[in-house]
């Protein structure tokens, strides 16, 4: 005998027995409880286009907050390198040049991320 999982929901919840399901991805994606919740948001990369990420599992009323995706491959390099450690511009140029730093392809070309 083959039960499905909402059906074995459905009778250990008579009992008082808690259980839950165990999602599938697909069934994630679909469960529009979970989108309106904010447990799973879309997020827009420049790369791949839209996809589905896992929002903030805390939510406090006075905190709301913004699921941004993540950042590509040396996007935020000049920025870390030049205001937040303190490099110059002109050492900054010369690290550049160096290869030592390598800044992200534009999104038309690629992200420089392998896919799997």
Same mark, same amino acid.
């Given at each position: 005998?083959?039960?499905?999982?909402?059906?074995?929901?459905?009778?250990?919840?008579?009992?008082?027995?808690?259980?839950?399901?165990?999602?599938?991805?697909?069934?994630?994606?679909?469960?529009?409880?979970?989108?309106?919740?904010?447990?799973?948001?879309?997020?827009?990369?420049?790369?791949?286009?839209? %996809?589905?990420?896992?929002?903030?599992?805390?939510?406090? @009323?006075?905190?709301?907050?913004?699921? +941004? &995706? $993540? #950042?590509?491959? !040396?996007?935020?390099?000049?920025?870390?390198?030049?205001?937040?450690?303190? %490099?110059?511009?002109?050492?900054?140029?010369?690290?550049? @040049?160096?290869?030592?730093?390598?800044? +992200? &392809? $534009? #999104?038309?070309? !690629?992200?420089?991320?392998?896919?799997?």
């Amino acid at each position: 005998m083959t039960k499905t999982k909402f059906e074995v929901m459905d009778i250990c919840n008579q009992h008082d027995i808690p259980v839950g399901p165990i999602l599938s991805m697909k069934e994630i994606a679909e469960e529009e409880s979970l989108r309106k919740t904010g447990t799973v948001v879309e997020v827009d990369h420049p790369g791949r286009g839209k %996809y589905l990420t896992v929002g903030n599992p805390v939510k406090m @009323s006075d905190s709301i907050t913004d699921v +941004q &995706r $993540s #950042p590509l491959l !040396g996007e935020h390099t000049e920025e870390i390198l030049t205001k937040v450690l303190g %490099y110059s511009a002109k050492e900054y140029a010369e690290i550049k @040049s160096s290869g030592r730093s390598r800044r +992200q &392809r $534009s #999104p038309r070309s !690629g992200s420089g991320m392998r896919r799997q």
